[in-house]
């Protein structure tokens, strides 16, 4: 089992699970948020990755979100208690469980809709697992109103009691009326009404008129001036509703009873449903939280890198956050966020040392790497950049010298030997260390070399690591040692305030004196602790000043360039999305005016060559608006540049201008010239405007797991002989109905415009989407075959479908 509980505290995964359980609707919702665990194997974190990414597309859609429900913790218990038949569960307790087993039966219904094809498959195999206590709910629902009394439809024999009592309520009243109207006791009493008092009707009555009139008195008022006085007249008819209200309680527990004994008889059902609504509140939560760090769920398993990037602190993200929300309502401007941090290590390393000046953040460091780990394998999402993974850590242990607002304080050397000796046992490939300060409490140099000796045995044994030092030895040992990764945090060069980043593949001066400066240690102590550093030389400090000031600007120009990047990349797509409409338009005018025109020849209003004339000239018109000059192609489809003598008929190439793939028709060597058809428009081209089309690659060739996971259900088809090309269609960042809505309107082009094959972009991700899309290519009656892509055309990230 990987967490023990030292290591979650040191690490505030506990405080990271009460930020969560805030978000969660319920107190069942928010226990289960304190007690969640790391899970059981990799399997299990792939799951909850993928139910992640399943109910963040419910929870936009369904419109069905957790509400406040009682714990029924409580009542399972009662029933489980081996109580008599005599024990019924009073009213509030059916009345929680009813509203439980609606609220669970909303989420089940918005899940998997009767006659709806379900978007979400692993909540729906979760759902249609549940054993669902159906004749419970039905009896509840049928037998409680809304404020959780009893319908009087509950049974027979409580309807026609309490009719019966309504009748006797009428009968008393009118009664009562008639007597004081025929005596004139209006005067006599506080108010001209009929009260009940000890359950049994009686008169307001001012207590001076109390010996006036045969009757009892049953009490007072609280200042005396009243007494609730029975007439005899009403006693008859009292002692009625008497015996009619203990016929009515015998029913209700009639009906209590029955009620009870299907909630026994279904209580593995009941169980199961509130757990399911306990579970979805935390999902739900999860993914508020999810949203509050900008995280997703990160990849981890056996054989993956320690690749973190641009990871943030989760409690340094939410605070961060409430300080920007307090910051805004005040009218201020918000200050700058947390800043990420890249934890990587390239392959065959397996520890990280991290120096640089205090309070730069190595400690925040090693605990944000920490619990990014500890929230992987509990199936929470990190706030890292996508792509990121975590090996699979069985244990994590920590070492924190001074354990900043942590419990448990441990700070001595002789604290950390001796914990280090009761896990040094348990550390193997699959465990995670965590130094901070370790061997400081001693002699530096021999706390230094016993570090160092402590990271060659990790890295003998291929376990993971990071540890934080100021110790110059170890800082050598990062640079020159095998499986090693040297670090540093940042400074300003200029102000010598810490930047809070991580320099890879460096190390970093301590600052001591520029810490102490800055918090305020008396001038006279620094001065003369700079003369003693000045004896001692400073030709190492300037060196790594220098190092820092490089590492600073480097920083800088990776974001700059990351912000270029992107900007690149965002251009680029709309020049190509604005491209690719404009040869889509020009291609359909040309079939417009084409077929324009042969229906003018066909209805005889033209001569068969003027057609062809105007034909001729409207394709060249065409041709010329859409053609892209070759100095613009890639030099590699420059030097694929085609001649006629290359093409022969029957032959597949991609013409250039328009991006479309085409048969040649006929060469005219003598012209230089080659005649396509493009889905059914027929022009004459330069030969240098082509290039061989790539021959359709066989779904069945596709390879991964996700090729293995979905064969072909049905023998490969021959596809249509006079059928052309591929079309791309990417539905990457949609949610799976809309995906499957592009999906279906895309098959139709395809087939309008005589395409052979399908290439469907959906990403890799968590492979939801990828299913969404494999299950309905498996339907549909166009599709005549489909598998991934081979790993040159995208992987498991593209499936191509071959068309009927």
Known sequence: MLMNGRAATLLELPKLLERLSHFAASEAGREACLALAPLPDVEAVARAAA?????????????????EFPPLDGLFHWLEGGRGGADVLDLDALSSLRDVLHLGRLFLDAIAPTGSRCSWPLLAEEAAALDWPGKTFAALTRCLNAEGLLKDEASPELFSVRVELRKLHQQCTLKAKQFILEHKLSPWLQDDYITISSDRYVLPLKTSFKNRLPGIIHDYSQTGETCYFEPMFLVERNNA???????????????????????????????????????????????????????????????????????????????????????????KTPRSGVVPLDVVLEKEQRILVISGGNAGGKTVCLKTLGLAALMARCGLPVPADAGSTVPWFDEVFVFLGDEQSLEDHVSTFTAQITRLRDIWDRIDANTLVLLDEFGAGTDPAQGSALAQAVLEELVARQAWGAAATHFPALKAFALAAEGVRAASVLFDPATKKPLYRLGLDQVGASQALDVAREHGLPEVILKRAEQHLLLDGEDAQSLIDRLNQLAVERARELDTLRRDRKEL???????????????????AELKKQSQAIMRQWQEGKVAHKQAMRELAETRKQIVQQGKTPLAAQPVAEASQALAAADLEKGQRVRYLPWNKVGVVEDVDLKRGAVKLDLSGVSL?????????????????????????????????????????????????????????????????????????????????????????????????????????????????????????
């Open 241 to 331: 509703v008497q015996e009619l209200k203990r016929e009515e309680r015998e029913a209700e527990r009639q009906v209590m009873r029955f009620l009870t004994g299907l909630v026994r008889d279904e209580l593995p059902g009941c169980k199961a449903a509130a757990a399911f609504l306990v579970q979805m509140d935390v999902r739900h939560a999860v993914l508020e939280l999810a949203s509050r760090l900008d995280a997703t769920p990160l990849e981890t398993g056996p054989g993956l890198p320690l690749a973190l990037r641009r990871v943030r602190h989760p409690l340094l993200v939410l605070e961060d956050g409430a300080r920007a929300k307090t910051e805004s309502r005040a009218g």
């Open 569 to 587: 990349r965002d251009k680029e797509r709309q020049q190509r999305e604005k491209l690719a409409r404009e040869q889509e338009a020009l291609f």
């Open 684 to 804: 004459w081209v330069a030969p240098a405007e082509l290039r061989l089309a790539e021959t359709p690659p066989s779904p069945a060739a596709g390879r991964g797991a996700a090729a293995r996971q979905e064969p072909a259900s049905a023998p490969p088809k021959q596809a249509r002989q006079d059928a052309i090309g591929s079309l791309r269609l990417d539905v990457r960042g949609r949610r799976a109905e809309e995906a499957l809505r592009e999906l279906e309107e895309g098959v139709d082009q395809a087939m309008l415009r005589n395409y052979s094959q399908l290439e469907i972009v959906h990403g890799r991700g968590t492979g939801a989407l990828r299913r969404e899309v494999h299950a309905w290519l498996r339907q549909s009656p166009a599709v005549a075959e489909f598998a991934v892509a081979n790993e040159e055309q995208g992987g498991d990230g593209v499936t191509l479908a071959v068309l009927k």
């Open 51 to 67: 139910i992640h990414e399943e109910m963040r597309d419910f929870a936009g859609q369904a419109g069905v979100r957790p509400a």
